[in-house]
């Protein structure tokens, strides 16, 4: 297969902006269509259909997140072996992934759907939303193999070089999702329902479209069943870098969970004014997601090469040209939270809820910048034990203590409660830059 862009050659600022924009755009657009569900409901069902939106995709993120990590092992090790011009490595790490990913998604699939009821319960669900939330996290339940079939695809090809390839099916994927919330919620009167079957439908088409896509270019792999084969000791390597960038993520979104519970506790207002901060997270932190899913690639496969000093500047100039970005969305919040909050609800006592939680919140849409992307140099680099330490570390020791503290101290102040992440993002911000500096340093030696 020829790779898109050969990230160990030419200016290096080229290669992390080209590269880098597509990650960015496919973002944007599954942050949008993410945020098309909550903004339908919000239009046409009123609020208990938000607040039920707002608590079931934060269930659905966690398996997202569980899968975007494991797929993130494919790209870290396709960009070491691309990087290494092993190509018969990079087919058995292919074949491997498309296996153990497959299987993934339909325990994943079964576990959430048996469970949901227990987890809305472990959540504090608010009573008028319980059953509505439900109903969504069981629909999207059906949906989980064509999560992980999408992204190990997409996985797969950033690790190759080709981050243009995974926007293209994430566009489709996104106007499907649009028009079948709009059509089945305003027309069909499905509710939840219908932003749920919406969803799923356009992962499902998408995936279908990625694989017959790729079949028809000189793609490197073959969607052909005697080629989906389970290498053992290709398995063992994806479960060793896959793994703990999973769990890390696994962990970061239970804290978020508990935080969604803390708050559903206070009311439907309170939960659904979160909930919609929780929307503007997604598309605030995009610059630094993409930062960091750019330089996962990037670094992997330049360390393959053992291009060394190009992958540590690599990670400077992706966080340079991220942070105009982060702190346009900063800005917002400070000046005019109202305005975010109304794009979603036009309820009174959700902007009123909502205005101090984004002020407090939003600062860290520039603490994580410098933590994301440090997370995803230190991906590349297969160092993910250390970033699932600090991940957990993060969420275990600091965010939710923290949050229980607020909660005691000043239950009613949802602007302590914004306060936490970025205190806990800052906190992380240091002591993993002192890891990556002495990284860089042994990387020298």
């Not at 944007?28 to 208990?48: N, S």
């Not at 073959?222 to 769990?247: C, H, T, Y």
């Amino acid at each position: 297969m020829e790779q898109e862009h050969d990230l160990t050659q030419g200016s290096l600022v080229r290669t992390v902006v080209v590269f880098a924009i597509p990650f960015l755009l496919a973002n944007l657009i599954q942050a949008f269509y993410g945020a098309a569900d909550l903004m339908v409901v919000g239009w046409y069902c009123g609020r208990d259909a938000v607040a039920a939106v707002s608590t079931g995709t934060q269930v659905t993120q966690i398996i997202t997140s569980m899968i975007t990590g494991l797929t993130l092992g494919s790209t870290v090790l396709v960009g070491n072996y691309t990087g290494q011009k092993r190509p018969e490595e990079v087919k058995k790490i292919i074949g491997t992934s498309f296996c153990l990913f497959a299987g993934a998604g339909v325990v994943l699939s079964v576990l959430l759907f048996l469970f949901c009821p227990r987890i809305l319960t472990a959540l504090q669900t608010p009573e008028e939303a319980y059953e509505l939330a439900g109903q969504y996290v069981q629909v999207c339940a059906c949906g989980v193999v064509f999560i992980c079939g999408y992204n190990a695809i997409s996985a797969v090809l950033r690790g190759c070089g080709d981050s243009k390839s995974p926007l293209l099916f994430v566009a489709v994927a996104g106007c499907m999702n649009v028009v079948g919330d709009i059509v089945l919620v305003k027309y069909f009167h499905m509710g939840v329902r219908g932003t749920a079957f919406a969803t799923i439908f356009s992962q499902g088409f998408s995936m279908v479209c990625a694989a017959l896509y790729l079949n028809k270019r000189n793609f490197i792999f073959q969607f052909r069943l005697k080629n989906f084969r389970m290498d053992r000791g290709k398995a063992g390597e994806l479960i060793k870098v896959g793994i703990p960038i999973s769990f890390q993520e696994c962990m970061v979104r239970l804290s978020f969970l508990y935080l969604t519970s803390v708050t559903n506790a206070l009311g439907v207002a309170a939960s659904s004014a979160v909930g919609i901060a929780g929307k503007y997270d997604v598309f605030a932190m995009l610059p630094a997601t993409s930062a960091a899913s750019a330089l996962a690639s990037i670094v992997a496969q330049n360390y393959g090469a053992r291009k060394y000093d190009r992958m540590n500047r690599a990670l400077w100039i992706a966080i340079l040209a991220a942070a105009p970005f982060s702190l346009a969305f900063f800005l917002w919040a400070q000046i005019s939270a109202e305005t975010m909050i109304g794009v979603f609800s036009k309820d009174t006592s959700i902007l009123e809820a909502g205005i101090p939680f984004f002020r407090t919140c939003s600062f860290d849409y520039l603490a994580v910048l410098f933590v994301f992307s440090m997370n995803g140099y230190l991906n590349g680099r297969g160092k993910t034990i250390f970033t699932m330490i600090s991940c957990c570390f993060g969420a275990l020791a600091l965010r939710i203590p923290l949050l229980v503290l607020a909660c005691r101290l000043m239950p009613d102040s949802l602007g302590v409660i914004g306060a936490v992440a970025p205190t806990v993002s800052a906190v992380m911000a240091v002591y993993t830059c002192i890891y990556v500096l002495r990284c860089r340093n042994v990387t020298r030696v």
